[in-house]
């Protein structure tokens, strides 16, 4: 099916550098490979992820100097361009969307998409901006086209924060399954841990911060320690990596554990681990965890909210353990480390796979084109 005459657009405040960001990229991508025409429009041009724009990809810098500032000049480029569509990314960038159509007259379908378990994700937030999230969901949501959200756990979650009918909301699992994902997998890597006859290496990637929450993978990491040889390897920026750092020389692992900050290409490194772990306290759908399965690794999670359960099918696909529970995780590890490895699972994941999510986004568009 073509779509060459459909102008796509997309909206993020900045490029940061997490799953969120990315799997938007496979998203724009799948929509090129269908024909359309594709905007990546940002408050302020900047962040890791940037660079993986591919060229193809318009990329529209508003230059806004605050995020609030973006709202005017996001509605001059809707009243200008005039896309079918603009599907904006995250707090607060679904907000500024909402309010810049509203200042223009324009027919295009504005659609909010959740990346997270909000519920969750509030209750732990101390930033005190973050905290005006539902009285803004309650008042600008119910003017928005159109809202995804990437797991039943995040839509269950947003119904009970805006107050909207489960049924307002559509549930698209993220596109993180892209072709590109086999060949970055691929690459060659000289890391002394990923080399023969070293120990089995245990890998945990996302962001360093508290949702994460990574002391409690590296406290199980200790426990296996005990008793197998092993390394850990956790890839990812942010601001707990020296208190991460301290924590691991307060336990006695820091020889073992390597926190290699961000890495531009992760995937040799999943690739060549013995495990994936994921010991988050809380998700919306967590991308890392199925691109580890779709690189064949072994996986385990917490099954926290939301995501987890959903991916491994309640356990069928990888091993959960409860949330904070560091031996739990430690005994999976364990079994993990001692057994053989997983059955196919490719078609149990091609609905994460970019063109899945691509085909149920360019229908929910045609939907509510149909419907203004």
């Not at 390597?258 to 306290?281: C, E, I, Q, R, W």
């Amino acid at each position: 099916m073509s779509h060459q005459s459909t102008t796509i657009s997309f909206f993020l405040i900045y490029f940061g550098g997490g799953g969120a960001e990315r799997v938007l990229i496979n998203l724009a991508n799948g929509l090129v490979k269908s024909g359309c025409k594709v905007d990546f429009v940002v408050g302020k041009a900047w962040g890791p992820h940037l660079k993986k724009i591919p060229p193809e990809i318009s990329v529209v810098d508003l230059n806004a100097s605050r995020s609030l500032a973006s709202i005017w000049k996001l509605a001059q480029y809707l009243k200008n361009k005039q896309p079918q569509a603009l599907i904006a990314g995250m707090h607060f960038a679904n907000e500024i969307a909402i309010l810049a159509k509203r200042l223009v007259k324009t027919d295009t379908v504005v659609i909010a998409t959740e990346h997270n378990t909000l519920t969750h994700s509030l209750k732990h937030n101390k930033n005190r901006k973050k905290r005006i999230i539902p009285f803004t969901i309650r008042l600008l949501y119910p003017w928005v086209d159109g809202i995804v959200a990437v797991s039943q756990g995040a839509t269950a979650s947003l119904a009970e924060i805006s107050g909207l009918h489960p049924k307002a909301i559509t549930t698209i699992y993220n596109p993180v399954i892209a072709p590109d994902l086999f060949a970055k997998a691929n690459a060659d890597l000289d890391h002394p841990w990923f080399q023969p006859e070293e120990p089995p290496v245990i890998i945990g990637v996302g962001k360093l911060e508290p949702q994460k929450d990574f002391p409690t993978l590296i406290r199980a990491f200790a426990m296996v320690r005990q008793r197998i040889a092993c390394r850990l390897v956790i890839l990812g920026w942010g601001p707990d990596l020296e208190k991460l750092k301290e924590f691991t020389a307060e336990i006695g692992v820091q020889e073992d554990v390597n926190l290699m900050g961000y890495v531009d290409n992760p995937y040799p490194y999943m690739a060549h681990a013995k495990v994936f772990t994921l010991s988050s306290a809380w998700e919306g759908l967590p991308t890392v965890l199925i691109e580890a399965l779709a690189l064949g690794k072994p996986v385990i999670s917490t099954d926290c909210p939301s995501g987890p359960r959903e991916i491994l099918q309640g356990g069928k696909y990888g091993k959960l353990t409860p949330v904070g529970d560091a031996a739990a995780l430690a005994t999976a590890i364990g079994e993990v480390l001692e057994q053989q490895p997983q059955g196919d699972v490719s078609k149990w994941l091609h609905q994460f796979s970019s063109e899945a999510a691509t085909m149920k986004y360019l229908n929910l568009i045609n939907t509510l084109k149909a419907a203004a």
